[in-house]
């Protein structure tokens, strides 16, 4: 019998079944081993030698992949075809060889490009050995992260205190959104006008035209720039006579795209599904692992990690055969359609993301799939097929116009386009982010029938005012977009650097679109004045294409270490000596006019509001930066900064200058809004006995006037009573949100607007359901998913919502989900994880069988030899509140690892 070992559980049951009882297929589930979170674990002074450790869940994994192998025939790694792949197998074959499970059984590498029977016998039939080059440049990549991020984050939180961490990818890709911000807080908006006539043929059909020239004057976009110029115009085309000088239409095509990458297809889903990164990736996971087909268990899709754009010959056969089946022999080109990667520095060898078999038509497999799923599917599906459709045959057509006006002339132009062949838009158009371009059901702009020198009529002349807008904020898709086109990052990288950027709080999403927090803008800026060659683009683009020529077998992956380490190292002593002081003169400089913007009266913008003689500039405290005043510790100001900087420049924060709204009618003090340590309140009064009132989860402080404060102010208010107890039912705000309160019980509102409007009827409903789910005022929450069963633990792993936030359960074992990780992207590998770990910690929801396992891994390695005098990596983790955790094959992010080291 010959061991198969893959990353994933939901693939194991599958691919066992595919390939019989001769075989044994195990999950490594992701990564098994990686470096430990703590200084040294890569040594340059030792020829950049690395130690590794064994993540605590993966123990019991790799003892039961041991004992397999040691009475197996051959050992076939079978883990994903990636580079993240080619090191897991690389990793699980080094850890067999320590346990002494090989002895001399041969060991062989295939990829399965498609979970199907036919592409799971294929690969079987042609194994490898592992690719050394491969190995190499995850080595290096790895090497690098480690050593950027734990030596450029201790600088980091020396010298700018409240920081987090800084990684070589995720720094460049956060330079990018600040950047970005930085534009668009010193764009100048410019005036311009356009103007249109609305005219008609003789025969009553009416078009737009627009003024293309003017009295000889060939117009650009920004030509007019104010509206008395605009009026003059407007005013001659008035009482001007319009002709048609000449009509042109032009044949022209328009061609499909390619079938998708990992970064185009994240880039589709989130402009038509509206998925983000790491949910596109969690979805197209299931699709490729597989899902149940009439009682069979099939992957869908194709391995959705990668830059290829290429289609194997069959299943461009196949594409082509349902193009005529679907669509029509018509639509099908005469040669099938090839396409080249565009990409700086894309290699991937294997295919883009396509269906394993176009039969599988959408609509047949929405049955199949549940709604997310459903929907990427017919994604994929839509735009594999288009990329080999015939192209669409478009007529281009464009009117000039002459407008005459006594001695005076003016040149309009219409343009329209009609499609005579829709080809390939038939099944799919594709999102163009951030640029001009037909989408689905593109309009058909068809201009009336006209000759030259015909005459037209006028019906309306328009002359409108428009103003140039700041480019846009970067989206999670267009910011992907971006890093590939400047070769930063890989496509195994872009969701794991965008959940990183936000888990560090240096970004947030706001309507999808990315902003930088005040962390983030102040590490940029760190970065920018003493590290600038580090997060420049194309030192990183340039890393990058050494690390993909290290997978080419190209170059030594310890020669480019040495190349960087001799380089980085000195930099990184030269700030030893860097005083704080000039990392604040550093940072006022470069952060002050945004910080400090000047005032509308001219005055000084850097005055101290307080004492009036002081200076404002950036100070570091233990918690990170904030205003201060330069007359310290007579003066006492200080100012927080803003979730991002722009808003506190705009004073959307506030200050610990109260801001007056008002004066209480019922009482007559006064009503204020101030900034504390916990945020933006209102009080009213003055004194230790001064109501007081945060502001609610969603309040804006721009938005807060007199009448909102006292709705705040007057909580918890009384709803009524209750009509069977007769006592009162309250309505407040608390520390974990909107509630009702009666009798001693709590029942939760969803919004504060429930809080301020509920009324007895409703609030009566409200207690008398959360009476019937039990408990002593709190029930269970419902399960938002159901993922799976969990090996060990037994029993089904839901996804819940509780009181301290999102968790997964099984049994009587709750783990709570990290921070910023949302409840809809867990996947059933991530579940397992969290919830084996939480078990391991409180020895709860174990079987027997696993308690005993357990007790006897106090006196055994994990490979069943007597216990040396020195622990195992996973108690010394264990001992110092360092516990290592397995991640899955979803997301593939490594086991314990420190913030310093999360780097992308």
């Known amino acids: 019998m010959d061991v198969v070992i893959v990353e994933s559980p939901a693939k194991a049951k599958t691919i066992n079944k595919y390939l019989g009882s001769n075989y044994k297929v195990l999950a490594s589930y992701g990564h098994v081993r990686d470096l430990p979170a703590k200084d040294g674990s890569v040594r340059p002074d030792e020829d950049f030698s690395m130690d590794w450790e064994v993540g605590a869940p993966s123990q019991k994994r790799l003892s039961e992949i041991a004992q397999a192998v040691k009475s197996a025939d051959a050992l076939v790694l079978a883990t994903d075809p990636d580079r993240e792949g080619e090191a897991i197998s690389w990793h699980v074959l080094e850890v067999l060889r320590q346990k002494r499970a090989l002895g001399d059984k041969p060991v062989s590498r295939v990829v399965f490009n498609a979970i199907t029977k036919k592409a799971v016998l294929d690969a079987m039939a042609n194994p490898r050995m592992i690719d050394a080059p491969l190995v190499d440049a995850y080595l290096a990549r790895r090497a690098l992260d480690y050593l950027v991020g734990f030596t450029l984050s201790p600088v980091l939180w020396r010298k700018l205190p409240g920081a987090r961490s800084a990684g070589r990818v995720q720094s460049v890709a956060l330079r990018l959104v600040c950047d970005r911000e930085s534009e ?138 349902a193009i005529a089946s679907v669509f029509g022999d018509r639509y099908l080109p005469a040669q099938p359609r090839q396409y080249s990667v565009k990409a700086k520095n894309a290699q991937e060898a294997h295919e883009a993301i396509r269906p394993t078999a176009f039969g599988r038509s959408p609509k047949e497999m929405e049955r199949h799939l549940d709604r997310d799923q459903a929907r990427l599917y017919d994604l994929i599906w839509k735009r594999s097929i288009a990329s080999q459709m015939a192209s669409a045959d478009i007529e281009r057509t464009t009117a000039d116009i002459r407008a005459a006006n006594g001695g005076r002339e003016a040149m309009l132009r219409a343009t329209g386009s009609v499609i005579r062949f829709d080809g390939f838009i038939a099944a799919y158009v594709d999102h163009r982010d951030d640029s001009a371009g037909a989408d689905e059901g593109e309009e058909d702009t068809r201009l009336p029938a006209m000759a030259a020198r015909d005459a037209l009529d006028k019906r309306a002349v328009d002359a409108s005012q428009h103003f140039t807008e700041p ?346 989900l990290p921070k910023g990780k949302e409840p809809s992207s867990v996947t059933l590998e991530e579940a397992i994880a969290l919830l084996t770990e939480r078990a391991a910690k409180t020895g709860t929801g174990k079987p027997k069988a696993a308690k005993s396992a357990a007790k006897k891994a106090k006196a055994d390695t994990g490979d069943g030899e007597a216990k040396p005098a020195k622990k195992p990596a996973a108690s010394r983790a264990k001992a110092t509140g360092k516990t290592a955790t397995a991640k899955t094959p979803g997301a593939r992010k490594p086991a314990a690892k420190a913030a310093a080291s999360k780097s992308a």
Request: net charge negative; aromatic share 8%.
């Open 184 to 321: 668009i807080e010193r764009f100048k908006p410019e005036e311009y006008w356009q103007i249109a006539a609305r005219l008609a043929t003789p025969r009553g059909e009416e078009f737009v035209a627009r003024l293309s020239a003017f009295e000889g004057e060939k117009l650009q976009r920004m030509s007019i720039g104010d509206g008395a110029r605009a009026g003059t115009i407007r005013d001659m085309l008035d009482g001007a006579s319009f002709s048609v000088l000449s009509v042109e239409a032009k044949p022209g095509k328009r061609n499909p795209s390619a079938p998708f990458t990992t970064s185009t297809l994240q880039q589709a889903a989130s402009a038509k599904l509206g998925f983000s990164a790491s949910r596109t990736m969690q979805v197209a996971q299931r699709l490729y692992e597989g899902v149940d087909v009439g009682g069979e268990t099939v992957g869908l899709i194709t391995y959705m990690r990668t830059d290829g754009v290429q289609m194997a010959p069959e299943a461009i056969e196949d594409a082509r055969a």
């Open 471 to 816: 480019p846009p904020r970067y989206s999670e898709a267009s910011l992907i977009k971006k890093m590939e086109e400047l070769g930063i990052g890989r496509p195994s990288t872009y969701a794991a650097t965008l959940q990183t950027l936000q888990d560090r709080e240096y970004i947030t999403q706001d309507k999808r679109k990315l902003l930088p927090q005040a962390k983030g803008r102040l590490v940029t800026a760190f970065l920018h004045n003493f590290f600038e060659k580090y997060i420049e683009y194309d030192f990183t683009a340039d890393l990058e294409e050494k690390l993909d020529r290290i997978s080419a077998g190209e170059l030594s992956w310890k020669d480019v270490l040495r190349d960087f380490w001799q380089d980085f190292s000195r930099h990184v002593d030269g700030t030893k000596e860097l005083r704080v002081s000039e990392v604040l003169d550093a940072l006022n400089e470069e952060l002050g006019p945004l910080v400090f913007p000047p005032k509308e009266d001219g005055s000084e913008p850097r005055a101290c509001p307080r004492c009036g003689t002081g200076q404002l500039s950036l100070k570091l405290g233990k918690y990170g930066a904030f205003v201060g005043c330069s007359n310290y510790p007579e003066c006492g100001y200080t100012r927080q900064l803003g979730t991002s900087l722009s808003a506190e420049a705009a004073g959307d924060t506030g200050s610990d200058e109260p801001s007056e709204l008002g004066t209480d009618p019922q009482t007559g003090e006064p009503v204020t809004l101030r900034n504390g340590r916990f945020g933006p309140y209102v009080q009213r009064g003055d004194g230790k006995e001064a109501k007081r009132s945060s502001l609610p989860k969603g309040w804006q402080v721009s938005e807060i006037d007199l009448d909102k404060a006292l709705q705040l102010l007057s909580l918890p208010r009384e709803v009524g009573l209750h009509p069977e107890t007769g006592k009162p039912i309250l309505a407040g705000l608390g520390r974990y949100g909107p509630f009702l309160q009666h009798d001693g019980a709590y029942a939760n509102l969803e919004t504060i607007e429930d809080v301020l409007t509920v009324g007895l009827n409703r609030a009566v409903t409200v207690i008398a359901e959360k009476k019937e789910k039990g408990g002593r005022g709190r029930s269970t929450p419902a399960a938002i998913a159901t993922l799976g069963e969990h090996p060990d633990l037994g029993g089904p792993i839901t996804v819940r919502d509780g009181r301290f936030g999102p968790y997964v359960n099984v049994g009587k074992v709750n783990a709570t």
